[in-house]
Each structure stands twice: as structure tokens, then as C-alpha cells.
């Protein structure tokens, strides 16, 4: 019988990845130069100089490494190694041939089936007042070979495909999807540990070395970028970690926790994608509406971004530690007035956080800047200073279309130019 992994194992895991992510990520920039995996600037991007992408291989080679080592050699942990390798080669085809989006995502489907298949799954979990849900009990199609595809399945492979896809579309800025991966791996490590899932809580880990070690390289200004070979594989992993290590438990707050953990990438996809459908553009066609363009678009370098996004999701990352172990409730409708208010207090500083930085950064300090702007030109001209409607006009135009604004100083308007979509930070999203 394997050993169980405990967890020294997932420190040393952690150890390795990241060490051997830093190690090789220079052989991997020479790879994406005679491969021609190059990310070039353009209107959408906030780095300045061609950057060699493919960065995301040097994190496979680390995953990998620990994973063998100290993940239990079993069918699920095959399946899932198997699978990283499928979903990095679609990152690399991607980054090297820019794949369609159809399939680009039936590429993402397919290698997710491969750990679902190997028991990767949700059977069940506990929803507050319904009480326990088995989707793994409703077999939706009976394969000829024996057994079936059952919904919890296919919600499975819905859900770790979606947060593939959220990690790949927040990556457009030097630094943000790796360090994010970095905080929710760490934060979710903790709580699978916490509850004996050591298997996910070592899978966790060593994701969470591997992006560190990637990190390194890809701070700002990085000399190069994970590209889709690795926001691909990261969003695979925390998919995956996801499920063992939480949603496989009959915790009541299990369900919440991987998306309380990865709020922040969720709202920035969110925002995005309904910005996309109300103006009735494709979902998967490039634009500036992500939060790191917002505050790049307001003055902010990309440390300072950065530093708002590592902080949010930090926020974010110890609400869900603090629903894991602050004793508020005796989980039988019983709850303890002192530790209530803490967690009261967690949940108050989580809201306030997303308020400031999605309200005040986002509205209130644009409408400071472009009113500094406007009032420079129209000095410049002669003009006494602009009235505030007209700023607001402009900021509001800006908001609701993700375009950059071009003020004339004579009239005070904001002509909307909006740029064409490209890549950007090794992320065409």
C-alpha cells in the first residue's frame, strides 16, 4: 500500500517544483524563440518589448517531478499527470499557433475528462438547507464498455474547464496569473490538509512552488511569459485541487470555499464576459475591459497593479481560511457569539476590499485623472476648465465600452476610439 502523504511531503513538493520552475525557465525561453512563440506588443498590451512565451513548460517540468515523487502512485494521480501533460500541449499549440477558440476549448474538454474519468469527480456535497446532493448518483448516459457518465461528471468537467479559463483570461498583465495561482494554492494546501485530503493538499502545494518558481522570472518587467502553455495547465491544477481537496468532502462550506478562494479572477472573468454579451461581441474576442487594464488605463504601473490584485485576492484567500477554522459555528445550527463576530468582521473586510478596489479605483479615481487631463489641454488652449458632466460623460462612455478616450480641448467631449483586439502579456484575452 502507498504511503500516505502528509505534510513534510507537501513542503517538500513545494520545494521541488519551485526550484526546478526557476531552474528551467530559460531553457524554455530559448525554445519559444526557435519555435517562434513570441509575444509582440500591441495596442492591448502593457509590456513594451517582444517576449518569449512558453514559460508555462518550466512549471509542467516542475509539477511533474514533485508529483511523482510525492503524490501516491494510484489511477487518479496517473490521470492527473496525464492529463497536465494534454492540457499543457494544447497551452503550447495555442501559443505557438494561435488555435480557434472552438477548439482551444475542445482541447481543454478533452484532457479534463481524462482525471474525471479516472474518479477526479464530484459524487456529492453538502448545500446549505437542501441538505446532501448525490449528482454522482444520476447517470446521464451508459457506456457501452461498462459504468456511465453521470451529472456529477459533467459538472465536474464543466467546472475545471471554467476555471482553466478564468486563470488563462486574467493573465494579461506580467505577474498576476502566477502570483494569484501562487496565494489560492497556498490557501487551498491549507484546507485540504486541514481536512486529511493530503493527496490534494501535496497537488496543491506543489502547484503552488511551481507558479512561485515561474514568478520569479515573470514579475515585472518579466523576461518572459507562461503564456496559455502555462495559465492552462495552473487553471487545470486548481481545478483539479479543487475538487479532491474540497468539494469531494461533506463539509458544509466546502462548496464555497474554491470560489471564495478564487473570487478574484471569477469576478474579473464575470465582469468581462457580461460586458462582452451586453454589447453583443464574441465572448472569447480581446478587449480592455479586465481589471488590470481598468487600472492601467487610470495611472497605475503594473507593481501597483499587482499589488491592489495580489492584496484583494490575499483578502479574499483568508475569509476562506477563516470560514475553515474559526470555530463560529458547532455545524448543528449552533453558533458561538464571539467567534460569529469575527467571522462577521472577515466577511465585512472581504466586501469592503471588492467595494474599493471595483468601485472607487475603478470610477472615482478614472473620473479624478481624466478630469486632470482635460483640464490640462483646455488650459493649454485658453479655455477655462471643463465642466464636471462632461468628465462624467466621458468616464461613463469609457466604462460601459472598455475604449480609451480622446479628448478635444476645445468642445470638452470624449471621442471614443476603441483599439483592436490582440495579445497582450502573453494572453490574447
Not at 487594464?293 to 492584496?311: E, K, V, W
Not at 468642445?411 to 483592436?420: C, K, R
Request: glycine share 10%.
Amino acid at each position: 500500500m502507498e504511503p500516505t502523504p502528509n505534510s513534510l511531503d507537501a513542503l517538500f513538493a513545494f520545494l521541488l517544483a519551485g526550484i526546478l520552475a526557476l531552474a528551467l525557465v530559460p531553457l524554455t525561453k530559448r525554445l519559444a524563440v526557435r519555435l517562434g512563440a513570441i509575444d509582440y506588443p500591441n495596442e492591448r498590451s502593457l509590456h513594451r518589448v517582444p517576449t518569449p512565451k512558453l514559460g508555462g513548460l518550466a512549471i509542467l517540468a516542475g509539477a511533474l517531478a514533485a508529483g511523482l515523487i510525492w503524490l501516491p502512485w494510484d489511477g487518479e494521480t496517473r490521470a492527473i499527470l496525464i492529463g497536465a501533460v494534454a492540457i499543457t500541449l494544447v497551452g503550447v499549440l495555442d501559443d505557438v499557433y494561435d488555435l480557434p477558440p472552438l477548439l482551444k476549448l475542445l482541447g481543454q474538454t478533452a484532457a479534463v475528462i481524462i482525471p474525471v474519468s479516472a474518479g477526479v469527480t464530484v459524487e456529492s456535497f453538502t448545500f446549505p438547507f437542501l441538505g446532501r446532493l448525490d449528482p454522482g448518483s444520476v447517470e446521464l448516459l451508459a457506456l457501452p464498455w461498462g459504468g456511465g457518465v453521470t451529472l456529477g461528471d459533467v459538472g465536474t468537467v464543466i467546472g475545471i474547464v471554467a476555471v482553466i479559463n478564468v486563470i488563462n483570461l486574467i493573465d494579461g498583465v506580467d505577474g498576476l496569473a502566477s502570483g494569484v495561482c501562487v496565494i489560492s494554492a497556498l490557501t487551498l494546501a491549507v484546507i485540504a490538509l486541514s481536512l486529511d485530503r493530503n493527496a490534494a493538499g501535496v497537488l496543491a502545494a506543489l502547484t503552488a512552488g511551481a507558479s512561485l518558481g515561474f514568478l520569479f522570472h515573470g514579475f515585472p518587467p518579466a523576461s518572459t511569459f507562461m503564456g496559455d502553455t502555462g495559465s492552462n495547465l495552473l487553471g487545470y491544477l486548481l481545478g483539479v485541487v479543487a475538487v479532491q481537496g474540497a468539494l469531494k468532502t461533506n463539509a458544509v462550506v466546502a462548496l464555497f470555499l474554491p470560489l471564495i478562494i478564487l473570487a478574484v479572477p471569477i469576478l474579473d472573468t464575470g465582469f468581462v464576459v457580461a460586458k462582452r454579451l451586453k454589447h453583443r461581441r464574441p465572448v472569447y474576442r480581446a478587449d480592455r475591459w479586465h481589471f488590470h487594464h481598468r487600472m492601467a488605463n487610470i495611472g497605475f504601473s503594473q507593481r501597483r497593479t499587482l499589488l491592489y490584485l495580489y492584496g484583494w485576492t490575499m483578502v479574499m484567500a483568508g475569509l476562506a481560511l477563516a470560514l475553515r477554522f474559526v470555530p463560529y459555528s458547532d455545524d448543528h445550527g449552533n453558533f458561538d457569539a464571539l467567534w460569529s463576530a469575527v467571522m462577521i468582521g472577515c466577511g465585512l473586510l472581504a466586501i469592503a476590499a471588492s467595494v474599493y478596489l471595483v468601485t472607487v479605483l475603478e470610477i472615482l479615481k478614472l473620473r479624478q485623472t481624466r478630469f486632470t487631463q482635460l483640464l490640462t489641454l483646455r488650459r493649454e488652449a485658453g479655455l477655462p476648465a471643463p465642466e464636471a458632466g462632461v468628465v462624467d460623460r466621458g468616464v461613463t462612455e469609457e466604462l460601459e465600452t472598455g475604449s480609451f478616450p480622446v479628448v478635444d480641448p476645445e468642445t470638452g467631449e470624449f471621442e471614443a476610439i476603441e483599439p483592436e483586439p490582440g495579445q497582450g502579456s502573453g494572453n490574447p484575452h
